[in-house]
C-alpha cells in the first residue's frame, strides 16, 4: 500500500466483529481496510481459545447472511436445547429456560470462538474491495470534519471517511479517540476448558450460581462438555498447579458428579473478567462496534451476540446512506448509531452486573435473597418466556 492510501472505511481490529464488519460493507461497495496487530498467520489459523461462543437464533441469521456461518465445519456446532439456573446446592432454587417458551426447538448453538473467527478470516480475505493489514501497529489515530487519518507505526497514513474501533474491550483507539468508559472490575478470573465425562448432558446448558465459585456447563457434541468456572485469582492459580489427575478429580466434585467423572481433553485458558460500558458509540467520523462497544461479563452469555447486532446497527445506517450518495460517517447518522445501539445493549449490560452482583454475595442477607429471587422467577412463566425470547428472537 502507497504512503497516504485512502479508503471508504478503515477498520482497526480483525476480531469476528470488524472481520463481519468489513465484509458487509464491501458487500455493498464500500472499500474497506482492516488493520491488525496480529501477524497474518494467527488470524488465518486462530488458535483454540477455551471459548465456546452460545450463538441467538439473531447472530446464526447475521452470520448466515454475511456469508460466515456456512464456513463453520456443521460437526463444531452443538445444539443449546434447554438452559437451568441453580443457587446453592439444592435443587429447588433453580430455574428451567425451556427454548419451547420461545416457541422454538432449542434456544441457540454453540461454536468454538476460534472457528468463528477463522470462518469470518475465510469470508473476507479473498475480496476485492477489502485490504487485510496484518502485523501492524497503529502510532495514532485522528478526525476532522471531512475525514479520518490512521498512523501507522511505519510512518503510513490512512484515510477515510469513517474509522471503525474493533479493537476488543481493552480498544486503545476508543481511548485515542477521547471516548469514556464506565469499567468494572468483577475482580474474578473464568477458567474454559473442554471435558469429556461419563453421563449425558442432553445438550443442557447449566450456570450453576455456588459459594465462592461459580460453575456453568456448555453442553458440546460427542458427550463433550466446555466447563466454565469463575474462581478468586489466587484460588486459579492454586488449581492451575495441580497435577492432572487431581485436577480433574477437582472439577468432578465441583460439578457434584453430576455427569460423573470429567476428565479434561484441552488447555485450559483463563480470562479476567472485566465488563466495559462507553459513554457514547462515536466520535467524529469514528464508531465503536464489538467488545469495544460494549464488554459484557460471560455470565449472560452475550458479547459477541451483541457485536453482530452492533455490527447490523452499523452496517444497515452505513449502506443507506452510501446506496443514497450521502455522508456515510454524518453526526446524524452515528447519533442514530449510538442510540439504537444503546437501547439494545443497556438494559441487558445493567441486569448482568446486577445477576452478578447478587449472585456473587455469600453474606446470609444476599444468600436468602438469591434463593427468593430465583425462585419468584422460576415460577414467572412471562419471566422465562422474555428470556428464551431473547435467546430465539
Ligand atoms: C470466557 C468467555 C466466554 C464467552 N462466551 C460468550 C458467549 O457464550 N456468547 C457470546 O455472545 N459472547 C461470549 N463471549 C464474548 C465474545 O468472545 C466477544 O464478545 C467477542 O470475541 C468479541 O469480538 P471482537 O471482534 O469485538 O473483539 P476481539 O475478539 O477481542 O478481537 C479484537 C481484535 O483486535 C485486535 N487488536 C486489539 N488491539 C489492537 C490494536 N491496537 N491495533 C490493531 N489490532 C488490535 C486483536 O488482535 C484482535 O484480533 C465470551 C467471552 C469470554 C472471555
Redesign the pocket.
Known sequence: MNADSSADVSI????????CLAQTLARAGLNVVI????PRAA?ENPAFD???????HE?RRLLQDWGVWDRIPSSEISDLRHAQVFDGPDPRFSMNVRAELGNRSQLGW?VP?HL??KAAYDAVVDQDQIRLLDG???AAVSSTDANATIYLDDERRIQSKLLIA????????RRAMGIQAYMRDYGKS?M?FRVEHEKPHDHIAWEWFGYGQTRAL?PLNNNCASV?LTLPHSEMQALLKRDDDSFDHDISSRYEFRLGHMRRISER?V?PLVGVYPTRFHARRFAL????AV??H?VT???????TLSVRHLSERVIEAHNHGQDIASPSLLESYTRAHRLSTLPLFAATNLVVSLYTADHTPAKFLRKAVLSTASRLTPFKKMVAAQLTG
Open positions: 482497526i481490529g480483525a476480531g469476528p466483529t470488524g472481520l488493520i491488525d496487530r496480529q488470524l477455551g471459548r465456546e461462543i452460545a450463538l441467538t447472530s454453540l470462538n468463528i473467527r501492524i501497529k497503529v474493533a479493537d476488543s474491550r481493552f480498544s486503545e483507539t473464568m474454559v456448555l466454565v485458558k480470562y462496534i464489538g467488545d469495544a464488554g459484557m460471560p452469555a452475550h458479547g459477541f451476540n451483541l457485536g
